[in-house]
């Protein structure tokens, strides 16, 4: 080939002044933040990671706190290089860019003199907003989902900031004088860590707001207007990848001070962004029309690649953008949504006391041969894609003097692949195509037990890479691409090739107990629905 490529310029882990590059990430999620350095073969050097507290005033509500969640960033940052200097014995690793990747549909608003938040983050599963969401469906019913490729629900971010602008003056205030900023994580991390300079946000977490026109990837004033939400006050959208539109790191003195490796990554480019369960689908390198990934983590988290026209579902399923990379047309895909995955385990772990760890739960679940007839739904919020049914609450059918801790840990993880099978039906249905291998990811794939459940009932090949955090490589290659580190996807590819061949899980069930797990799996479902007012 006559591509020429950074990796084969220079003896391996060598490039012109000696010295191997990196890119790194912050993976900001749901329950920790973290950040990742990459070496330039795209294989993990460091990291560093911190939890962050879930403040629930009640139920169905879960907020964080967005200056907690900036000091965390800062902090993974600093500790992170350091552990890159330790790690190479460099005074200085060559960290070319960064890209960062974040829990999507999350929504704030802050003060742009001050910097401070006005109210807390509202999380992506948080319920607050039901009830407005109820109303505004009932006035317009599903007329903006083919502009906006999404259905009416409290997960979008639009129906966050109708509350927020509802029931917090301090925003209502802002947003009417001018001095209020909209925006995702994403968009608040970029503008603190580039002191300021950029309000952004990525193609992707756009698409989630319910206030962007899909087709043009740009906010729609109508309805901007509809949930009175400024233009103004909202985040230019940029591709996933540039080289120059999303800034360069510039911290503030106390931060520097509080985090002194902080200072070594003054100007050091942002060339990515991009919402975590996209970031999986570039990690994965879902790149061809038709590749599907399943993230295994608090939620689980299905999507399709549907190529550059988007696409309708009928099925439960919402379109988004997958990916856009610099000077290209957008990238779309079918996904599906469940809530409740590796929640369900830690439920199990926290809550009721069923399990000591979350690693038990495989050792236990492999002791048995069947659930003994359990099904657990978890709708702990209610049942999202295909289903959409904020009705429905947690449910365990099928509990015998027989049952023990082992069928219930095989339960859980059971529940887990059942509703990744929905949506992996609902998307063979929109997209005409039968799914005959699904990538998987995410910190539940080391779970063999759970991933054979997945492969026996959805009859799949499922297909686990050496690397089962897609998500900070998703984010890294972003960044390398704005860099123009990689000539573009095909060399990605290329690269990620030379990585260890992944674990495959290949069918294994009979067709007769797999049409038990699922009748029983649908009569569950059933009893999950009408629990609580739809309102609630």
Known sequence: KATVSVLNCFPAGQEMGGFQWFVGCVDQGTTSSRAIWYDNALRPVVTHQIRHRQITPQPGWLQHDPLEILGNVEKCLAESYKKLQEKTGLARPACRGLGVTNQRETTLVWDRRTGQPLYDAIVWCDLRSAEGVAEFKAAHGEAFQKRTGLPTSPYFSGFKLKWLLANVPEVRRGLADGTALIGTVDSWLVWNLTNRAKHVISACNASRMYLADLAKVQWDPELCAA????????????????????????????????????????????????????????????????????????????????????????????????????????????????????????????????????????????????????????????????????????????????????????????????????????????????????????????????????????????????????????????????????????????????????????????????????????????????WVPAKL
């Open 227 to 530: 949930f009175g939400v400024p233009v103004a006050a909202l985040p230019t959208i940029v591709p996933n990848s540039h080289p120059t539109a999303m800034g360069a790191m510039a911290f503030m003195p106390r931060s520097v001070t509080e985090h002194p490796h902080l200072e070594f990554l003054q100007g050091v480019p942002i060339t990515g962004m991009i919402g975590d369960q996209q970031s999986a689908m570039v990690g994965q390198r879902c790149f061809s029309k038709g590749d599907a990934k399943n993230t295994y983590g608090t939620g689980c988290f299905m999507l399709m690649n549907i190529g550059e026209a988007p696409r309708f579902s009928a099925n439960g399923l919402l379109t988004t953008v997958c990916y856009q990379l610099h000077g290209e047309r957008p990238v779309y895909a079918f996904e599906g949504a469940v809530v409740q995955a590796g929640m369900l385990i830690t439920w199990l772990v926290d809550n009721v006391g069923i399990l000591k760890s979350p690693a038990e739960a495989g050792a236990l679940a492999a002791k048995v041969d069947s659930t003994g007839g359990v099904a657990i739904v978890p709708a702990f919020a209610g049942l999202f894609a295909p289903h959409w049914r904020p009705d429905a609450r947690g449910t365990i059918c099928g509990v015998t003097m027989h049952t023990k801790r082992e069928h219930i840990a095989k339960a859980a993880l059971n529940a887990i692949a059942m509703q990744v099978y929905d949506v992996l039906r609902a998307m063979e249905k929109d997209s005409g195509l039968q799914l005959t291998r699904l990538k998987a990811d995410g910190g539940m794939c080391v779970n063999s037990v759970l991933m054979q459940a997945q492969a026996d009932v959805g009859r799949v090949k499922v297909v686990v890479p050496d690397n089962k955090e897609s998500t900070g490589l998703g984010a890294a290659i972003c960044a390398a691409l704005g860099l123009g580190l990689y000539s573009g996807l095909e060399e990605v590819t290329e690269v990620m090739e030379r990585h260890p061949e992944p674990t495959t899980f290949d069918p294994a069930l009979s067709e007769e107990e797999r049409a038990v797990t699922i009748e029983q799996w649908n009569k569950a479902i059933k009893r999950s629905h009408d």
